[in-house]
């Protein structure tokens, strides 16, 4: 069940989330119709019906009742209402409310278009287009949008179209999508639940994926493949608080928030196949890099609805990810400024040529026991000692792993190989990957780290390895 908990829940310090117990339900069918029928209200002549992708059909439902903001392949939808607690309409956001979110999304795009080689070499094309829309996005913040001209659109279409891959191969499905990776906004929480609410109505479906108790409290939901939600405030402090609880997030956090997610979205329609600890330490080196500092909790989790069913080839959840579900703020090492190196400096502090990285325990603040991995290839598991140990150690494992997986990443885009990057070269591998639901789909990520190293992530005999070499590279970050 846990694996099912929605993308970057925000968890409080206590830990995983409980099971929610005699807790007032969320009327998600109420605040559902209720936002169906504010954008039917908009729109000018009948809602569109017909077609199989339920994503398509969901946005062009609720289209009426948005903004849409372009910028390139990232579309930021603005409510222009929102749906109150009472299931009714109130203000909703603007332009200038989004304003900056836009230069982070504009930054994380231009960072993919480049390490995944996106463009298919056409940096040139690429470069002019980001340059038209960055400065078309400075008139987000002033009193009037500026005139989205025809090569501005031609733009937009253009990096939409790299950006738009259909790993099962269905070029049907790819044709029909008319929008580009779309990301909803909800100034408060009943708009974020009603946004939710609305989903499921229109595709029974996925109902049981959507109205989910963890919404009343998580901090962005994946939608379907190329949409997610993003809330502008949090909700209760606990699991059973009132749905309608509203916490105002600081502006730095809805930023990085956003990035976070929209990198989750990415990897998850670019690197389909990418194992779901390598996809968060992509979020987080993207969040970083974007940013400038990734302080989100997100559980590591990307599993996104239309894969409910075929979902995560093979080895996609191995490994210890599963803790990450256990990520923490409190008395954490690698928080409070560690993010924007990487954690390099905390994590090479943590580390004993000896013993391997101390864990610490976030109850006690004390080094509770030492961990040498590894940590990330097809022979990693949640260390035993960490599975039966107490809950603080539990969390100071999830604080680690967390920290590891992004350096991990950083380590990659420092890595030469014949003068290109090594994430590069990774990335550009997975992105031609076709994703396979079978239970023993190959590990891409292995693969193309062997291929480009002649090495593999984790070594068998306990020789050289990708992982060994990024541990001394580590070592001597202090
Ligand atoms: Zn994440």
Not at 140 to 150: F, N, Q, Y
Not at 407 to 426: G, I, S, T
């Amino acid at each position: 069940m846990l694996a099912r908990r929605l993308l970057c829940s925000v968890l409080l310090a206590t830990g995983a989330p409980a099971p929610a117990q005699d807790v007032e339900s969320i009327p998600f069918g109420d605040l559902g119709a209720a936002l169906l029928a504010a954008a039917d209200a908009r729109r000018l002549g009948d809602p569109v019906t017909e077609g199989v992708d339920a994503e398509v059909l969901f946005l062009r439902r609720i289209e009426p009742l948005h903004q849409r903001i372009r910028l390139g392949a990232i579309e930021l939808w603005v409510p222009i209402e929102a749906i109150g607690c009472a299931a009714k309409p109130e203000t909703g956001l603007t332009a200038a409310d989004v304003a900056p979110i836009a230069k982070p999304v504009i930054k994380l795009q231009k960072s993919w278009v480049e390490l995944a080689e996106l463009d298919g070499g056409d940096s040139a094309r690429s470069k002019r287009a980001f340059t038209r829309i960055e400065n078309w996005a400075n008139s987000l913040s002033a009193s009037r949008l500026a005139e989205v001209t025809p090569e501005l659109a031609t733009d937009c279409a253009w990096l939409a179209a790299c950006f738009r891959r259909d790993p099962t191969g269905s070029s049907s499905r790819t044709a029909e999508h008319p929008f580009g990776i779309v990301m909803l906004f909800a100034p408060k929480r009943a708009h974020y639940l009603a946004v939710l609410g609305a989903a499921g109505l229109l595709d029974e479906r996925y109902r049981q994926w959507f109205w989910d108790d963890s919404g009343r409290r998580s901090g962005g939901t994946a939608l379907y493949r190329r949409s997610c939600l993003i809330p502008f405030t949090l909700g209760p402090h606990s699991d059973t608080g009132p749905w309608c609880e509203n916490h105002t997030m600081a502006g730095g956090e809805l930023v990085q928030l956003s990035a976070h997610q929209l990198s989750h979205v990415v990897t998850s329609n670019v690197a389909r196949t990418a194992p779901a600890w390598f996809a968060e330490g992509l979020a987080l080196f993207d969040t970083i890099r974007a940013t400038g500092a990734d302080e989100t909790l997100c559980t590591g989790f990307r599993e996104t609805v239309d894969t409910m069913v075929p979902f995560a080839g093979g080895n996609s959840g191995r490994g210890p990810a599963g803790m990450l579900l256990w990520v923490t703020r409190d008395a954490s090492p690698y928080r409070d400024g560690a993010s924007p190196r990487y954690f390099l400096k905390e994590l090479a502090a943590a580390w004993d040529a000896k013993r391997g990285f101390a864990i610490v325990d976030l109850e006690t603040s004390k080094i509770a026991q030492f961990e040498k991995g590894p940590f990330l290839g097809a022979l990693a598991v949640v260390p035993p000692s960490i599975e039966s140990a107490q809950t603080g150690v539990k969390k100071g494992f999830a604080e680690f792993f967390r920290a590891y997986c992004a350096a991990f990443v950083e380590h990659l885009y420092e890595a030469k190989v014949e003068k290109r990057r090594l994430l590069q070269l990774v990335l550009v591998e997975l992105k031609s990957r076709t994703f396979d639901a079978s239970e023993k789909a190959p590990d891409d990520l292995l693969d193309a780290l062997e291929k480009w190293t002649r090495k593999s992530l984790d070594a068998a005999g306990g020789t050289d390895s990708v992982e060994r070499g990024f541990v001394d590279w580590l070592s001597k970050r202090r």
